[in-house]
């Protein structure tokens, strides 16, 4: 596809589950971007990838969350033990370089935790 | 660390009137300012960016906004707006590389 995508697009998990949420950047973007959105808020940046590196992941809520990018291309965020207080819309964008290029997004997961 | 202040969390507008949506940023270092829309069940999709250079930016659908340093302002105007423009709109910064900080959100309505 041309754009971003994640999936799923809706999960529901009870609290203590673990949880992992996929973004497919656009292909040859450099640059990938996790954001978290809570109801009413704008995005809160989590952390950002350079290729397969993780360059920032000052934004990480807690040592439950967890993302990586392996191979440069897909990456999976992943929460562990999950709380109530996880629930929000959790948005990937991609860039073709820096933080200047245009960050595209993803119509992000919405998370709901019971 | 800078911060992003929306003045207006809700925006009702008669369909072809003028709209303007405030935002302000606070930022000890040199900054790049963004606007963002977001349409029911989309993604954001950024309408223009303010990098260097002319202070007027001009972005996508009929939008522009005004960088201004003196204020720490970069407010979004719009002319006329229709009632396709109806969803919310993020300001956002970038003081780094690569780190976005964005304000709460406007959520504009447009009216027939």
């Known amino acids: 596809g041309a754009g971003v995508s994640q999936s799923p697009r809706y999960k529901v998990a009870k609290r203590g589950q673990d949880v992992a949420l996929r973004c497919d950047p656009i292909s040859g973007h450099v640059s990938l971007f996790w954001y978290q959105q809570a109801l009413g808020q704008g995005p809160e940046f989590l952390t950002y990838f350079q290729n397969e590196a993780q360059l920032d992941k000052s934004g990480l809520p807690s040592d439950r969350f967890f993302a990586e990018r392996p191979e440069g291309s897909v990456s999976t965020l992943k929460i562990q033990r999950t709380q109530q207080e996880d629930s929000a819309v959790y948005l990937c964008?991609?860039?073709?370089?820096?933080?200047?290029?245009?960050?595209?997004f993803g119509p992000g997961t919405r998370l709901t935790v019971l | 660390a800078q911060s992003v202040t929306q003045l207006d969390s809700q925006v009702p507008v008669f369909e072809e009137a003028p709209v303007e949506l405030r935002c302000n940023y606070s930022s000890s270092v040199s900054v790049y300012l963004f606007w963002y829309v977001q349409y029911p069940n989309q993604g954001l999709q950024l309408l223009l960016k303010y990098l260097s250079g002319s202070t007027l930016v001009k972005g996508i659908n009929g939008f522009e906004a005004e960088f201004n340093k003196s204020q720490t302002s970069f407010h979004l105007r719009k002319p006329s707006v229709h009632i396709s423009d109806t969803a919310e709109y993020f300001c956002?910064?970038?003081?780094?590389?690569?780190?976005?900080?964005f304000g709460a959100g406007t959520t504009v309505t447009v009216r027939a």
């Open positions: 956002a910064v970038c003081s780094n590389d690569y780190k976005l900080s």
């Open positions: 964008a991609s860039s073709l370089g820096s933080g200047t290029d245009e960050q595209f």
